[in-house]
């Protein structure tokens, strides 16, 4: 089945640095956009950044200029390089891809990542 498979999370200090990585393996025909969210609440998690299959990319206000999200094509991974990192950046990340596979398109997510920037 299709996974997507997470790492790279851990601990930092204010103002380090640590890059995600998300890699999407399995039956795949394609795969659409690709991003990172992290949990907010027990319900929610809010888009950190995304890229489609074309380069293109957005990012929510609170990481532009801090974070940079880019992709492999060839190897269906994305990663996540978040530099000057803040205790509020201090959560479970994400990874999300749309993902055809078989007839199906639909939404797929990691299990999560956590990363925690403490000082």
């Known amino acids: 089945q299709v996974q997507l498979v997470e790492s790279g999370g851990g601990s930092v200090q204010p103002g380090g640095s640590l890059t995600l990585s998300c890699a999407a393996s399995?039956?795949?025909?394609?795969?659409?956009?690709m991003g990172w969210y992290r949990r907010i609440s027990d319900n929610q998690r809010e888009l950190v950044a995304d890229?489609?299959?074309?380069?293109?990319?957005n990012y929510a206000d609170s990481v532009k200029d801090r974070f940079t999200i880019s992709r492999d094509n060839a190897k269906n991974t994305i990663y996540l390089q978040m530099n000057s990192l803040k205790l509020e950046d201090t959560a479970v990340y994400y990874c999300?891809?749309?993902?055809?596979?078989?007839?199906?398109?639909?939404?797929?997510w990691g299990q999560g990542t956590r990363v925690t920037v403490s000082s």
């Open positions: 399995g039956p795949i025909r394609s795969v659409k956009t």
């Open positions: 890229i489609n299959n074309n380069g293109e990319t």
């Open positions: 999300n891809a749309y993902i055809e596979a078989g007839l199906v398109q639909a939404p797929y």
